[in-house]
C-alpha cells in the first residue's frame, strides 16, 4: 500500500486476535507500530513474538487517567502518531433481561466510552502535526439486531455513529472511518460459541466459512493508505456476505 512507510501506528486491543494481525500487517508495510493493551501479560507475549515492533503500553482505554500517562509514553516512544487503530473491545453473550447495570456499563465503557477517550488524544495530536487517520472497530452488530448481544450492540451502533460525526469535525486533516467486521474466527469468538455453534455460523455466511483475522488486517490497512486517501466518514463491512440478504443470508439452507 502506498504511504505506510515510516507511518507511526497505534494499536489498541492489539495483544491478540485481530490487533495483532493488524500490528503484523502494519510492520509488513514498513510502519512503526505500538500496541496497547490492559492485558499486562499479553504485551510481553506480543513483544516476544512481534519483536519488530517499537513498544507496547499497559492500559485500560476505559480509564481516561491511564490512557493519559499511555499516550504520554506513546509520545516517547514515536515522537507523535500518524494512525490510530481504536481496536480494543469486550463482547458479552447474554438475554438483555439478564443484563444487570454492571455488566451493561462495562461493556459501554469499553467498547464506546474507551473509543472516544484514544480517539480524542489521538485527534488532538494529529491536528497540531500533519494529519492522520482513525480507524474505528465495529461490527455487524451495530449495523444488524443479533440476540443476546444488546450492550454489545448498543456500543457499536454507537461507535459507527461516533465515526461519522468524527469524520465531519475533524476533516480535512484527519480521516475517520469504521471497519465492521461479521464472524471471524479469534479467541474471543472461540470462548462464547461452542463448535457446533461455530458451524452453524458458517452456514449463515454466503462465502461458506467464518473470516480470518488477517483478512481484516487488510482493510484497515488499505484504509489507512494513502490509496484510501479520498475516504471518510464511511464503515466497511467485511462479513462474507451474511447480512447482504437480510433474512435470506441468514437461512442454513438455500432455496432454488
Given at each position: ?119 480524542q ?58 471497519i ?28 461458506g466459512?467464518?473470516?480470518k483475522?488477517e ?42
Amino acid at each position: 500500500m502506498r504511504g505506510l512507510k515510516d507511518k507511526r501506528v497505534l494499536i489498541t486491543g492489539g495483544a491478540r486476535g485481530i490487533g495483532e494481525a493488524i500490528a503484523a500487517r502494519f510492520l509488513e508495510e514498513g510502519s512503526c507500530v505500538v500496541i496497547l493493551d490492559k492485558d499486562e501479560a499479553g504485551c510481553r507475549d506480543i513483544k516476544q513474538k512481534i519483536p519488530a515492533l517499537t513498544g507496547t503500553l499497559v492500559a485500560d482505554v476505559s480509564n481516561p487517567i491511564e490512557v493519559e500517562q499511555a499516550f504520554i509514553e506513546m509520545d516517547q516512544m514515536m515522537n507523535g502518531l500518524d494512525i490510530l487503530i481504536n481496536n480494543a473491545g469486550i463482547s458479552m453473550r447474554k438475554p438483555f433481561l439478564e443484563i444487570d447495570p454492571k455488566e451493561w456499563s462495562e461493556v459501554i465503557q469499553v467498547n464506546l466510552n474507551g473509543l472516544f477517550f484514544i480517539a480524542q488524544k489521538a485527534a488532538r495530536i494529529m491536528l497540531i502535526g500533519e494529519g492522520g487517520v482513525i480507524l474505528n472497530m465495529g461490527s455487524t452488530n451495530g449495523l444488524m439486531g443479533y440476540p443476546f448481544y444488546a450492550a454489545y450492540n448498543a456500543s457499536k451502533a454507537g461507535v459507527i455513529e461516533l465515526t461519522r460525526s468524527m469524520a465531519l469535525e475533524l476533516a480535512p486533516s484527519v480521516r475517520v472511518n469504521v471497519i465492521c467486521p461479521g464472524y471471524i474466527l479469534t479467541q474471543m469468538q472461540k470462548a462464547e460459541y461452542t463448535s457446533e455453534m461455530l458451524r452453524d455460523c458458517e452456514k449463515r455466511v454466503p462465502l461458506g466459512r467464518l473470516g480470518k483475522p488477517e483478512e481484516v488486517a487488510a482493510l484497515f490497512v488499505f484504509l489507512a493508505s494513502d490509496d484510501a486517501e479520498f475516504i471518510t466518514g464511511q464503515y466497511f463491512v467485511i462479513d462474507g456476505g451474511e447480512i447482504a440478504g437480510g433474512l435470506a443470508s441468514q437461512s442454513p439452507t438455500k432455496k432454488l
